[in-house]
């Protein structure tokens, strides 16, 4: 997803550029000779030519991000040490190209991950589908004293019981039906670097045994062959489950599991690191735009609004994921029509906005048993989003101002919400006439302007 950056320099960028442009006209120089240069010295041009691509590459994200980090700095005193914290891992070696915030679980897992990977010590990841896990793996990689060597990435959950064991370990020609020579393992591949282990709870129980087997011998056998190979491999392990959950059912092999946990990292969902999501939407807006040939696309407010305040339940890929779709369907300015059906806000008046209460048959959830209303999102779909806001209204007899309240939530961010289910402060307040009589003037102007914007 992200590339691996490098130690930021202690150089102007204006000093940065003038050497890269001093080694582009090297190259250039160089070039004009090509028709008397050896094939290997056009291999080693090339070679520099990628380099220098990649540096341009890198000094451009680099600044990007150190400006979009420096905006979006937290100022209150409480956030102060956790700002220190990210600034002095952008200060370090341990970097990975892309956007962090200062969430204090992010940072935990980054710190961890940090004095891991000089280590030679199994690593497991764990946290929610497209949280960044395989990012995580190939940053522990680069970061380790194996940067060099090679980084081979096994999704477990793709591989078919049956092929398992060729797939990991290899096979001698002959081994099976289908097996017309000699064929290196992932394992093998990895010799003297790191394999990625990627959904390792979905791997069969005999799958775990072999496994297991590498981590306690390393060495491996391929199939349909008695040799023993040697395999000097560092592992790194995620999941989206909870292994340890998964071994008191007898699913996951409790040895094995501790075993691979000997460093355990948990990276937090993005709605726990929202002050992430603006410095994603311009990297991966900045991505699409370098894929697509184009400029990057602009936001319309209510776009922007939507996408920092949407849940995420695919995280950061889910994010990336709309940054692309909408830098490719819009022009040079997207809105809420871009985005994919099954998450954009229904237009008021709608079908959709208009229908009634949900036909699930649950009992609406109330705002007393809920901290807030990511908590609603985590805990159900958009139906019990609905009923959670309905539930709301009742409780505090459709007054929008004290609702945003309860729930700490931005009251425009609770009125789009509200127009997004097509609920209408009004008719709360009608159903309780006693409240109502209650209000003094004051009360009843400010809720009435809630009513014209709801």
């Not at 056998?221 to 190979?229: C, L």
């Not at 922007?304 to 950061?316: E, K, M, Q, S």
């Not at 609702?403 to 009004?426: E, F, P, V, W, Y």
Request: charged residues 30%.
């Amino acid at each position: 997803m992200m590339k691996i950056l490098d130690q930021i320099e202690e150089a102007s960028p204006a000093i940065s550029y003038a050497g890269l442009i001093e080694r582009i006209e090297i190259l250039r120089s160089t070039l004009r000779w090509s028709s008397r240069l050896e094939r290997a010295d056009i291999d080693k041009l090339l070679r520099q030519a990628t380099s220098l691509r990649d540096e341009v590459m890198q000094l451009s994200h680099k600044e990007r991000f150190v400006q979009a980090a420096v905006a979006a700095e937290p100022q209150a005193p409480a956030d102060q040490s956790r700002g220190a914290r990210r600034k002095a891992l952008l200060e370090r070696s341990f970097i990975f190209e892309g956007t962090f915030g200062d969430n204090p679980r992010l940072l935990e897992s980054l710190e961890i991950a940090e004095k891991a990977a000089p280590t030679d010590l199994p690593v497991l990841i764990d946290g929610e589908s497209g949280t960044g896990k395989e990012l995580m793996a190939k940053v522990i990689h680069a970061n380790g004293s194996r940067s060099d060597k090679p980084f081979i990435s096994v999704n477990c959950g793709a591989i078919p019981d049956n092929l398992l064991e060729s797939e990991l370990f290899g096979h001698r020609k002959g081994a099976f039906t289908g097996a017309s020579n000699d064929r290196k393992g992932k394992f093998e591949s990895a010799h003297t670097g790191t394999i990625f282990l990627d959904e390792i709870g979905e791997l069969p129980l005999a799958g775990q045994v072999k496994l297991l087997r590498v981590l306690e011998a390393h060495e491996i056998q391929r199939v349909g062959s008695d040799e023993t190979i040697a395999v000097d491999t560092r592992i790194v392990a995620a999941t989206n489950r909870n292994l340890r959950q998964l071994s008191e059912e007898g699913k996951f092999r409790e040895d094995l599991f501790y075993r691979l946990s000997v460093i355990h990292v948990t990276l937090p969902p993005l709605r726990e690191r929202r002050d992430e999501i603006p410095l994603l939407i311009s990297w991966f807006g900045d991505e699409a735009a370098g894929t697509l040939k184009r400029r990057p696309v602009r936001l319309t407010p209510r776009l922007r609004d939507f996408l920092l305040n949407y849940a995420y339940p695919g995280n950061i890929r889910e994010l990336r994921n709309v940054m692309y779709r909408v830098s490719c369907l819009a022009g040079d300015m997207a809105d809420v029509d871009h985005l994919p059906l099954d998450i954009r806000p229904a237009a008021p008046g709608s079908a959709a906005a208009a229908s009634g209460a949900s036909a699930t048959g649950q009992e609406p959830i109330s705002v007393a048993n809920l901290m807030s209303l990511s908590d609603a999102k985590r805990a159900a779909s958009d139906d019990a989003e609905k009923a959670f806001l309905e539930r709301g209204l009742r409780e505090v007899s459709g007054t929008v101002a004290e609702l945003a309240r309860r729930i700490d939530m931005n009251r425009s961010h609770l009125q789009m919400l509200l127009k997004k289910h097509g609920l209408h402060s009004k008719d709360f307040r009608n159903r309780n006439a006693p409240a109502s009589a209650s209000r003094n003037g004051a009360d009843e102007r400010e809720q009435d302007e809630e009513d014209s914007e709801t």
